[in-house]
């Protein structure tokens, strides 16, 4: 299997082909730095507990995010969007498992429980960063990895 270099790379070697090239966005590998939770979710009910688990799921994915695809720095947003929609639909679940799928409503009646609709708005949100991200079964299946060549940076100068 042969291994596309970055469109860096190309640049630096003098093998930039635009037209074999250009159609390709190239960001230097860096390391995704976490946010900082209180900033993105803020405060409210049940907010440590959404905080929490954000960052748990952001700690258990980057890992392998950064090893298998070379997500960069610059794309960290979609993955902040995921660990939250994520955290989101758990937050929405505990809530629909507390008061159940039906809710007494305002006027006296069983209407559906609010939280089905976050939880569907959120499940959206999911499905399609799982999609940008690899992360569902199918999503792999379609990604091409490309890895780093030993020489990616003879310069030093990503280091």
Known sequence: MTLAKPVDQHKREG??????HADRLSLSPSDL????????????PDAEKVKADASDIWQRIV???SAATRITD????????????????????RFISRDGLLVVGANGVLVKNPATTVLNTY????????????????????????AP?????PDGIWD
Request: glycine share 6%; net charge negative.
């Open 15 to 20: 093998t930039y082909r635009p037209d074999r």
């Open 33 to 44: 730095t976490e946010p900082d939770w209180s900033t993105v979710i803020g405060d409210g």
């Open 63 to 65: 890992p392998a995010l």
């Open 74 to 93: 610059a794309q960290r947003e979609v993955v902040v969007s995921f660990c939250t929609a994520q955290a989101r639909v758990w937050q929405a679940e």
């Open 123 to 146: 499940s959206g949100i999911l499905r399609a960063a799982r999609v940008e991200l690899g992360l569902s079964p199918s999503a792999a299946a379609r990604i091409t990895v490309t």
């Open 149 to 153: 060549d030993e020489d990616d940076d």
